[in-house]
């Protein structure tokens, strides 16, 4: 496990104040009920493909505030956010907001926990 600065856990946790979480149980349930949603990996591309969750797209951290607008035109769609362990989807998440993007989650625990969950990975 990743060891984090103070100073980035503290900007993080500040993040986390403001945004929604959900647990990958809730995530998974969500997939297999067929819900219409984005579910974005933000990591790095070489962490995607080394593998991701299944049924996941991939807009990492570095562009995601670039591109999102063409990739989910509509503010009001629902998108879940994944990345290691939750810090940098915690990130993201704050600024989709700050953005106007309405129904935005950080995934608690990414796709560390998506793995030990023993969920479909690609």
């Not at 080394?50 to 991939?58: E, K, M, R």
């Not at 629902?78 to 362990?85: A, W």
């Amino acid at each position: 496990m990743m060891k984090h600065s103070a100073a980035f856990e503290k900007l993080c946790e500040e993040a986390r104040s403001r945004i929604r979480e959900i647990t990958i149980n809730d995530v998974k349930q969500k997939l297999d009920d067929g819900e219409k949603f984005h579910f974005i990996d933000v990591r790095e591309d070489h962490e995607w493909n080394q593998g991701h969750a299944s049924g996941a797209q991939h807009l990492g951290r570095g562009i995601i505030e670039r591109d999102i607008e063409n990739v989910v035109p509509d503010k009001d769609t629902e998108i879940v956010l994944y990345c290691g362990g939750g810090y940098r989807s915690a990130l993201a998440a704050d600024n989709l907001q700050k953005m106007g993007y309405r129904k935005v989650y950080s995934m608690i625990g990414g796709i560390r926990a998506w793995r030990e969950g023993g969920y479909p990975m690609e």
